[in-house]
């Protein structure tokens, strides 16, 4: 489940939940690698990656798109397993709380995920549109 290096890895997430961008601002905050890229689901990227792989079309989750360094195959992590994946590369504190999470079954833990997408909206706000990335971060948005 986690991003090892020799792996190219990319973030869906949905560029208009509030929630979404806050846990985007929390990744760049404490990412000392700086090789995790980012892509919102309104994107091309995004729109392409879906269509390859239509099991995620109606996904409500954060994805995770892994490739390996050779480009021989390709890993899709969705719900509580993305978010134990970009735990484990952080780092930190955010993988022993990746650490706790395995603790949790996968159906319990997707459930509680599930359960938190359903109400994002209401809980952390939409955005009207996909935030804009510092000149910094930039480098690291696909589209």
């Given amino acids: 489940m986690t991003l090892t290096d020799g792996q190219h890895a990319v973030l869906l997430y949905d560029g ?8 985007i ?3 760049f905050a404490h990412d000392t690698k700086r090789t995790l890229q980012f892509a919102a689901l309104q994107g091309e990227f ?4 879906l269509h390859e792989t239509p099991a995620l079309r109606d ?8 490739t390996g360094a050779n480009s021989s195959g390709q890993r899709v992590l969705v719900r509580s397993d993305a978010v134990i994946a970009i735990a484990d590369y952080l780092g930190g504190l955010p993988r022993a709380g990746g ?13 509680g995920y599930d359960a938190l997408a359903k109400r994002r909206f209401r809980l952390f706000g939409r955005l009207h549109a996909c935030r804009i990335p510092s000149s910094e971060e930039r480098v690291r948005f696909l589209d």
């Fill in 99 to 111: 650490w706790l999470l395995r603790l949790i079954p996968r159906a319990l833990r997707d459930w």
């Fill in 59 to 66: 996904v409500d989750s954060l994805v995770v798109v892994q």
């Fill in 16 to 23: 208009l939940c509030g929630f979404c961008d806050r846990t």
């Fill in 25 to 27: 601002q929390f990744i």
């Fill in 46 to 49: 995004a729109a392409r990656a």
